[in-house]
């Protein structure tokens, strides 16, 4: 990341929005889950305070932010100290990756990708969860990015660029789920996850390593 900063000091912030915004998250979590293999093991790149690796049983992330990662650590995750770009795992140590939110905050989002590539075992999966920048949501976090504590530095991505990018780093045979069909405020109750991209605008790509 290029300005980690509001990573280490606004945890108590970025865990308050998971909890004002909980049908959002549920629809995010399931959206996930949707696309995760059966069998793991996995990690999360990028866990955070490990808002989506607990709840979908994803032991081992890895984390740059202290603050971030104690959390983390407090809801049963084993958390690596490391960058998507350059990952303390062995090669092919893992059924599945997951990055939520992660790709638009690394400095070097095809590194990253490759890095995901290099620890998936053969037929491994990485799912990446974004929001979608062509999205009516992604069009206006992208638009008032510099009025976010978060979203400040971060590149916001379409499907299709990222897909790009995963196809370059090997992966192929991309399945889709997408969520979130109006604006935050309004969703109050069960938000669907369908299939495909271009309604939602949390989207997750699953790609799978050759």
Known sequence: MDDPSPFYKHVSRYEQWFADNQWVYRAELEAVRQLLPDEGPGIDIGVGTGR???????????????QMAEVA????IKVLDGVAESLPVMDSAFRFALMVTTICFVQDTST?????YRILTPGGRCLVGLVDRESPLGQKYNKHKDESVFYKNAVFYSVEEV??????A????????QTI??????????EPVVPGYG???????????K
């Open 112 to 116: 990253a990708l490759s890095e995901a």
């Open 73 to 76: 650590k407090e809801r049963g």
């Open 170 to 177: 090997g992966f192929t045979d991309f399945s889709y789920r």
């Open 163 to 168: 897909v790009g990018l995963m196809s370059k």
């Open 199 to 209: 309604e939602g605008s949390f989207v997750v790509i699953c790609g799978i390593k």
């Open 181 to 190: 069909h109006t604006s935050l405020s309004e969703i109050t109750e069960h």
């Open 52 to 66: 989506f690796a607990g709840p979908l049983g994803i032991s081992i992330g890895v984390e740059p932010s202290e």
